[in-house]
């Protein structure tokens, strides 16, 4: 005989966001199959009606039933982030590599448009640093932050020999914030 199904609670105020989440137009198509799942489940409506009603799986009522039951709010039925692939080329690099397209090599005078190409750029941060990075690396770094060398305005450096350190301290506390 199967076991009874756990009724699923909501409150009204939550009821309301829930209902203005399956009105709006914006709403992604994976959301609102959830959020109807939750409201058919309020409503009294067993796990495998509404599996039928919504044609997804009973385990997939029953996945987001259980996940509501945690936390009964819409926001524990959104999507949970996801890591990606770590990024092959740490900050730090990323940093130097904008600096090195944006500055002039020895004082030259000439246009940045005749001084850096990628390969250039790719040389000097490893006489400058010691990492080896690809033409395509370099071109996709510069490409992210809207920067082609051949037609760079240049910023400003700090004459300043701690400039580094300062600025791989400011990098840190802006990738693993303090409390």
């Known amino acids: ?18 209902e203005a989440c399956v009105r709006r137009t914006s709403t ?10 939750i409201l058919l489940r309020a409503d009294g409506v067993g796990p495998a009606s509404v599996a039928r009603r919504l044609g997804c799986a009973v385990s997939t009522v029953d996945k987001w039933s259980a996940r509501w039951r945690q936390r009964p709010y819409l926001e ?8 990606g692939r770590p990024p092959s080329i740490d900050l730090e690099t990323r940093c130097e590599i904008v600096k090195i397209a944006c500055s002039r090599p020895d004082g030259s ?19 400058r640093t010691g990492i080896l990075v690809s033409r395509s690396s370099v071109h996709r770094v510069l490409q992210a932050r809207g920067l082609r060398p051949h037609r ?7 004459p300043d020999p701690d ?14 914030p303090p409390k």
Do not use: G, N
């Not at 760079?152 to 700090?158: A, I, T």
């Not at 580094?164 to 693993?176: A, M, N, S, T």
């Open 1 to 18: 005989m199967p076991q009874p199904a756990t009724p699923v609670h909501v409150s009204p105020s939550e009821r309301k966001r829930l």
């Open 28 to 37: 992604p198509q994976a959301l609102a199959q959830r959020v109807r799942m």
């Open 76 to 83: 524990s039925l959104l999507d949970a982030p996801r890591s």
């Open 109 to 127: 005078k000439a246009p940045l448009r005749e001084v850096w190409t990628l390969d250039a750029i790719a040389t000097e941060l490893h006489a």
């Open 152 to 158: 760079v305005r240049p910023w400003l450096h700090s």
């Open 163 to 176: 400039f580094r350190p300062k600025v791989r301290r400011i990098c840190e506390l802006y990738l693993d």
